[in-house]
């Protein structure tokens, strides 16, 4: 039977990032998008609650194991105190985790330190592409065999801290048999260059890079997991669940925001909540979010147990991406003039919700 009680160790993991999204985050998050710049001290807090060395396995070096269930609670409390913050936070993850999963001894050996320390870890994926239609299954960043070698042409968009990162793990075809792998690129190799920061709608405190591989040229132990290499599903479902997760504790926060607004304001002698328009509004909020939460969950307990999620990750992620629309907007609408004022977080989560539908491969759990 399926168990909806945190653990002891989670419910205060639960707590611990609740506090420091609610206080720390919050805080910085309005400033930071305006600025577009990443509030460099609360991302450090955040790096030392050590949530990626905790999913780390005690025998590759780590503090713990890592957990799908876990990190959707913790992605979820990261997002509901700002979304551009909390992927700046885990970004490293996107790379940490497939080598937890995939990489061979050596890899592992050689890699996994790097996020154990004290200082954030400079290191991220190139996963999206520069695309009207992006396809995950037919990524246009391709692959050959050079002998001994690998060499990888194509360009990435949405590629986070891409600037300052020293690894990339880039996600390429295979030009001949249309397989998907991970390949382990540090930022200073010839061919790969940083074309412009994107310049979005939304995260704005969260640099994103356009990359470019012009004839990148790899040696075999450059690919991830060695021959065998990696399972692109269980990667994507990971992500899926993630992002789901994530859109969770947006939608979250604008109800939160805006059941609390209409409980205090006044109009015709009552506070707004108890006009039936809103109350239904904030019901409906409340239920999608809720049901989505659960399909999350699902998805993460299903690949905890090592089975295939990848159905239950790409229904939680569909599901997500309408529900967190709706949801802002809902919130934006409630506050009424106030909602369309960027000194109020409203506006900013609906910017940052819409994006959800193109954030494929932005998080990891």
């Known amino acids: 039977m399926v168990s909806f009680t945190p653990t002891e160790d989670q419910q205060l993991l639960i707590d611990t990032i609740r506090r420091f999204a609610t206080n720390d985050m919050r805080n910085v998050a309005h400033d930071a998008d305006e600025t577009s710049e990443p509030p460099v001290d609360v991302v450090h807090t955040g790096w030392q609650l050590g949530l990626i060395p905790t999913a780390i396995p005690e025998e590759l070096g780590g503090f713990g194991e890592m957990s799908a269930v876990t990190g959707v609670l913790a992605a979820e409390e990261m997002a509901f105190g700002d979304l551009?913050?909390?992927?700046?936070?885990?970004?490293?993850?996107?790379?940490?985790?497939?080598?937890?999963?995939?990489?061979?001894?050596?890899?592992?050996?050689?890699?996994?330190?790097?996020?154990?320390?004290?200082?954030?870890?400079?290191?991220?994926?190139?996963?999206?592409?520069?695309?009207?239609?992006?396809?995950?299954?037919?990524?246009?960043?391709?692959?050959?065999?050079?002998?001994?070698?690998?060499?990888?042409?194509?360009?990435?968009?949405?590629?986070p801290l891409a600037e300052e990162a020293k690894y990339i793990?880039?996600?390429?075809?295979?030009?001949?048999?249309?397989?998907?792998?991970?390949?382990?690129?540090?930022?200073?190799t010839e061919g790969l260059s940083i074309v412009a920061r994107e310049k979005l709608m939304g995260l704005n405190a969260l640099p994103n890079y356009r990359v470019k591989f012009d004839n990148v040229k790899l040696p075999a132990s450059a690919k991830l997991g060695g021959p065998v290499g990696i399972d692109y599903e269980v990667l994507t479902a990971r992500s899926r669940t993630a992002l789901a997760a994530m859109a969770v504790g947006v939608a979250r926060a604008s109800y939160e925001y805006a059941r609390d607004y209409a409980k205090q304001r006044v109009q015709f002698g009552k506070p707004i909540a108890q006009n039936q328009s809103i109350a239904f509004m904030l019901a409906e909020m409340a239920i999608e979010i809720d049901a989505v939460r659960l399909m999350v969950w699902e998805a993460a307990w299903k690949l905890d147990k090592g089975e295939d999620a990848s159905k239950e990750a790409y229904l939680a992620k569909t599901y997500a991406d309408e529900m967190v629309l709706q949801v802002t907007d809902n919130g934006v609408q409630i506050l009424g003039g106030y909602g369309f004022i960027r000194e109020y977080p409203a506006e900013r989560w609906l910017r940052n919700g819409r994006g959800f539908a193109n954030f494929e491969g932005l998080a990891m759990v």
């Open 84 to 159: 551009a913050i909390a992927m700046h936070i885990l970004t490293p993850a996107l790379f940490a985790y497939p080598v937890v999963l995939y990489g061979t001894a050596k890899q592992r050996e050689q890699l996994l330190p790097l996020f154990l320390e004290e200082d954030f870890a400079p290191a991220t994926a190139a996963f999206l592409e520069p695309a009207v239609l992006f396809d995950p299954n037919e990524l246009k960043t391709t692959f050959t065999a050079d002998g001994d070698s690998f060499v990888i042409n194509g360009v990435k968009g949405f590629v």
């Open 169 to 188: 793990l880039v996600y390429a075809r295979d030009a001949e048999s249309g397989r998907t792998e991970a390949f382990i690129v540090e930022r200073e």
